[in-house]
């Protein structure tokens, strides 16, 4: 390792000088804020606390050394939540590991390729439609905990949402909802009600985690039960895991390496499949966080997943009586601050494609319960408005020289697949003019299908007697034509 790699890793590790005190501290308020989620997301997944709690430990430490983002808290909440809830009510805990470990392996190979580039073809619409969705999932995943209960539930409900909007006025020392949850489990402690406590959804750490392969059979029809799970949490997972890296790289004006990312949650959830968890993400809210209280270095992400155990472990029988209602009034807070309102003002204001596009997103994530499906419909959409936009683009003037009896066609703007019809459209192949002078001085072609198109018209111009010349073709285009239609020029 060289002065620059030695350098550079140290950065990583302590970003500033007494980074490190910053660091411990941020990473520990990370854990105090992670754990509330990890459980509330557990129970929507349908596993155990447990299962969640010791993904969320392996992930944090792995990908505090294998990750591209440094001060990133990573854990298993999230989306890939959502996507797991069904495969864990058809076939049972040992198919999610399983399918944990190949949603890992999608992310390394996914990495490694380098398919993190593919962020950049999903339009801000459809972030906002994918972040409007997982409010909306993550709300409705609360209904369930709401149906036949007693009024004292819902009363609890109230009282932790008035404490976690209400407390931040007075200090936000402490996270609101960590408090939320102190509280409303004194309350029914000093007040015995009928109301559900963790306890009653399922067991909690009481040892570190063990390795071991998910008990399942080693055949085709296990590959085919889990992979299209595997490959959606490995694609919402990535998606959200892009999204904080790209907020912590605003908030910190620093860049990261989104490829190593991919990789490194890759690893991680490998790991975490190992040791009987769930596949993970980047946490938006629990990464902002720790950002604001000062983490910006490895050691924050170290932290939060390690002091998550620590805290774990010994609290176990304190934690066993939560009551659900704190959970619930979390998750619903998670929502409300998750959805984009401003969106609602913005499809008044933006173009009314970028409205359908996001509602289209919205709507099938919703009706599918497939956050991958719905960022699918919407990148879809998005290319095809693109296209259609490009495609009114282009442009082909015509005028004639009536002295050398000359046909000037001067095209304008991309021709490409979506235009190339269009474009052919626009000349009069059965011209009777003596010569024909294509002019793309202020065109380009794209694709084979645009070079197609202008052999085709070329091609027949000189069958009815026309000298035709092309001029004006830029570099690029040039290079396909003479690749493609070398006979035209």
């Given at each position: 390792?060289n002065?620059?790699?030695?350098?550079?890793?140290?950065?990583?590790?302590?970003?500033?000088?007494?980074g490190?005190?910053?660091?411990?501290?941020?990473?520990?308020?990370?854990t105090f804020?992670?754990?509330?989620?990890?459980?509330?997301?557990?129970v929507?997944a349908?596993?155990?606390?447990e299962?969640?709690l010791?993904?969320?430990?392996?992930?944090?430490?792995?990908?505090?050394?294998?990750?591209?983002?440094?001060?990133?808290?990573?854990g298993?909440?999230?989306?890939?939540?959502l996507?797991?809830?069904?495969?864990?009510?058809?076939?049972?805990?040992?198919?999610?590991l399983?399918?944990?470990?190949?949603?890992?392996?999608?992310?390394?190979v996914?990495?490694?390729?380098?398919?993190?580039?593919?962020?950049?073809?999903v339009?801000?619409?459809?972030r906002?439609?994918?972040?409007?969705?997982?409010a909306?999932?993550?709300?409705s995943?609360?209904v369930?905990?709401?149906?036949g209960?007693?009024?004292?539930?819902y009363?609890?409900i109230?009282?932790g949402?008035?404490i976690i909007?209400?407390?931040?006025?007075?200090?936000?020392?402490?996270?609101?909802?960590?408090?939320?949850?102190?509280?409303?489990t004194l309350?029914?402690?000093?007040f015995?009600?009928?109301?559900h406590?963790?306890?009653?959804?399922?067991?909690?750490?009481?040892?570190?985690?063990?390795?071991g392969?998910?008990?399942v059979?080693l055949?085709?029809?296990?590959?085919?039960?889990?992979?299209?799970?595997?490959?959606?949490?490995?694609?919402?997972?990535?998606?959200e895991?892009?999204?904080?890296a790209?907020?912590?790289?605003?908030?910190?004006?620093?860049?990261?390496?989104k490829?190593?990312?991919?990789?490194g949650l890759g690893l991680?959830?490998?790991a975490?499949?190992?040791?009987?968890?769930i596949?993970?993400?980047?946490?938006?809210?629990?990464?902002v966080g720790?950002?604001?209280?000062?983490?910006?270095?490895?050691?924050?992400?170290?932290?939060?997943?390690v002091?998550?155990?620590v805290?774990?472990v010994?609290?176990?029988?304190?934690?066993?009586?939560?009551?659900?209602?704190?959970?619930?009034?979390?998750m619903?807070?998670?929502?409300?601050s998750?959805?984009?309102?401003?969106?609602?003002?913005?499809?008044?204001?933006?173009?009314?494609?970028?409205?359908?596009?996001?509602l289209?997103?919205?709507?099938?994530t919703?009706?599918?319960?497939?956050l991958?499906?719905?960022?699918?419909?919407?990148?879809?959409?998005?290319?095809?408005?693109f296209a259609?936009?490009v495609?009114?683009?282009?442009?082909?003037?015509?005028?004639?020289?009536?002295?050398t009896?000359?046909?000037?066609y001067?095209?304008?703007?991309q021709?490409?697949?979506?235009?190339a019809?269009i474009f052919?459209?626009?000349?009069?192949?059965?011209?009777?003019?003596?010569?024909?002078r294509?002019?793309?001085?202020?065109a380009?072609?794209?694709?084979?299908t645009?070079v197609?198109?202008?052999e085709?018209v070329?091609?027949?111009l000189?069958?009815h007697g026309?000298?035709v010349?092309?001029?004006?073709?830029?570099?690029?285009?040039?290079?396909?034509?003479?690749?493609?239609?070398?006979?035209?020029?």
């Amino acid at each position: 390792m060289n002065a620059h790699s030695i350098s550079r890793y140290r950065a990583e590790w302590f970003a500033s000088p007494g980074g490190a005190r910053r660091d411990i501290f941020a990473g520990m308020v990370g854990t105090f804020a992670l754990i509330p989620e990890v459980i509330a997301f557990s129970v929507v997944a349908g596993i155990d606390p447990e299962v969640g709690l010791f993904a969320s430990f392996i992930i944090g430490i792995v990908i505090a050394f294998a990750g591209g983002r440094p001060a990133m808290i990573s854990g298993a909440a999230g989306s890939v939540a959502l996507v797991a809830a069904a495969l864990v009510h058809a076939h049972g805990l040992n198919y999610l590991l399983a399918a944990t470990l190949l949603a890992g392996l999608f992310q390394i190979v996914f990495g490694l390729v380098k398919l993190d580039v593919l962020l950049r073809f999903v339009s801000r619409s459809v972030r906002t439609g994918f972040v409007n969705a997982l409010a909306i999932l993550i709300f409705s995943a609360q209904v369930p905990q709401m149906l036949g209960v007693g009024w004292q539930t819902y009363a609890m409900i109230a009282a932790g949402l008035a404490i976690i909007y209400l407390l931040p006025r007075l200090t936000t020392a402490i996270p609101s909802p960590l408090i939320c949850i102190v509280v409303l489990t004194l309350i029914s402690a000093a007040f015995p009600m009928p109301i559900h406590t963790i306890a009653d959804l399922g067991r909690l750490p009481s040892a570190l985690p063990s390795f071991g392969f998910p008990q399942v059979p080693l055949a085709w029809e296990t590959l085919r039960i889990i992979a299209p799970y595997a490959f959606a949490m490995a694609a919402v997972g990535l998606l959200e895991s892009m999204m904080t890296a790209s907020v912590v790289d605003e908030l910190t004006e620093t860049g990261s390496s989104k490829a190593r990312e991919c990789t490194g949650l890759g690893l991680a959830n490998v790991a975490a499949g190992l040791f009987g968890g769930i596949a993970g993400c980047g946490m938006i809210g629990q990464t902002v966080g720790n950002v604001r209280y000062g983490g910006r270095g490895r050691l924050s992400t170290l932290v939060a997943g390690v002091f998550l155990l620590v805290v774990m472990v010994p609290l176990r029988p304190w934690v066993a009586q939560v009551p659900v209602a704190a959970l619930v009034a979390i998750m619903i807070m998670v929502s409300i601050s998750t959805f984009s309102w401003g969106s609602l003002a913005d499809l008044a204001r933006h173009p009314k494609v970028s409205g359908v596009v996001m509602l289209a997103t919205v709507a099938v994530t919703v009706a599918t319960h497939d956050l991958s499906a719905g960022v699918a419909v919407g990148v879809l959409l998005s290319g095809v408005f693109f296209a259609f936009k490009v495609t009114r683009l282009m442009d082909v003037a015509v005028d004639h020289d009536d002295a050398t009896d000359t046909r000037r066609y001067t095209v304008s703007g991309q021709v490409f697949f979506a235009s190339a019809d269009i474009f052919a459209d626009r000349f009069d192949l059965r011209d009777t003019a003596r010569r024909v002078r294509i002019d793309l001085t202020a065109a380009h072609l794209w694709d084979i299908t645009a070079v197609g198109a202008l052999e085709d018209v070329v091609t027949k111009l000189r069958r009815h007697g026309a000298a035709v010349e092309l001029i004006g073709l830029n570099e690029a285009s040039a290079v396909l034509v003479d690749r493609h239609a070398p006979l035209i020029r």
